[in-house]
């Protein structure tokens, strides 16, 4: 198989250019160049804000082309310039809209699209992508749309899948502060599992959407399973959200945040998806344990800072916060 894929040198699509690769197909990464490409690849540097930006992909017929744009005029620009047996589009649980609860359907309600050429920040994100998918959805070409909750393992560069495990790791004290929300459904999907069900999907011509995350597993578990990979013998120690709030931590991810922790009841249980049709098609996930143990691997190495969790000043405030803030008039547990 001859693939393209539209970029292919960061993250997720690396992942999948590396998982082609190793199934024995040609693939070519059209990208701006910001990051190397993976070895072994045929790699095209090219700008897609440019409106000729894919020209040099034009003019022959792909097997597969994977796309993972962000924004609506990169996909309408992909349909129009490139010729492919097959389209794949990676789009994002976000597509969903508020309120849908855990575990939604690919038939779930979504968000209205959003029809301008790019998207503007994260309030768009979702409306984004459902334009994009429209737009491959519409085409004469089959098409088959992606939906993952959150990706992680190595390579993470958000730290949401690796803080966890790294501040269980390095505690500073004999304690680590998570959210008191044990309960908290949670779903992950390994990059390297999502890679490969998308190189599949691409394989078998797959068409519609579907959802991509693994099991979906209650937050004290994640935590749990965080603390056993670290192997330090660190305790959690829970916090109300009250105190958190006060504190100024955020829930989900960036600065001073509980990464996975979502405090917003209309969210809760965001990521958790119905992945039944992508694993009736094939789609197979390692254990949490085994992504957890690799994003930790990948966070003692890297070279970039993290972008979710506290930090040690951080994370000992929180610890030290006095029982009475934020409401709670309940001793910290021993």
């Known amino acids: ?20 690769l190793g199934r024995g197909h040609q693939v070519t990464c059209l990208a701006r160049g910001s990051a190397p490409p993976p070895e072994g690849v045929a790699f095209v540097r090219a700008d897609r804000d440019e409106d000729d930006g894919l020209a040099p992909a034009a003019g022959r017929t792909w097997d597969g082309v994977v796309d993972l744009t962000l924004h609506p005029v990169h ?47 994260m309030e768009t994100y979702g409306g984004a992508k459902v334009t994009c ?30 803080y966890w495990p790294w501040r ?34 691409t394989e078998q011509r797959l068409q519609g959407p579907s959802n991509v995350t693994g099991p979906t597993t ?3 578990h994640v935590l749990a399973t965080a603390a056993q990979v670290a ?4 305790r959690a120690r829970p916090i109300p959200p009250p105190v958190l709030a006060e504190l100024g931590v955020r829930p989900w991810m960036g600065p001073t945040s509980m990464p996975l922790w979502l405090d917003d009841a209309t969210m809760r249980g965001f990521g ?25 691997a990948y966070e003692e190495t890297r070279t970039t800072p993290r972008a979710a969790g506290l930090t040690d000043d951080e994370e000992r405030r929180v610890l030290e916060a006095p029982p009475t803030l934020g409401g709670w008039s309940s001793s910290p547990p021993p």
């Open 1 to 20: 198989m001859e693939l393209l894929i539209l970029g292919g040198t960061r993250f997720l699509g690396r992942a999948v250019a590396e998982d082609a």
């Open 75 to 121: 996909a309408r620009r992909a349909v129009r310039d490139l010729t492919t047996g097959h389209w794949l589009f990676v789009s994002t649980a976000n597509v969903y809209a508020d309120g849908t609860g855990p575990e939604p359907s690919e038939d779930a309600p979504l968000v209205d699209a959003h029809d301008a050429d790019r998207m503007e920040g």
């Open 133 to 162: 998918e429209q737009t491959y959805l519409a085409s004469s070409t089959p098409a088959a749309v992606v939906r993952p909750g959150l990706i992680g393992g190595p390579g993470d560069a958000s730290g949401r899948s690796g």
């Open 168 to 201: 269980f790791a390095h505690p500073v004290g004999e304690e680590v502060a998570v959210p008191d929300d044990p309960d908290l459904p949670c779903a992950l999907v390994d990059v390297r599992d999502l890679a490969a069900w998308i190189v599949m999907a």
């Open 218 to 220: 209650p937050l004290s």
């Open 231 to 234: 192997g330090t013998g660190a």
């Open 272 to 296: 958790t998806l119905d992945s039944s049709r992508a694993r009736a098609a094939g789609l197979r996930t390692r254990p949490l344990a085994d992504t957890l143990r690799d994003a930790l």
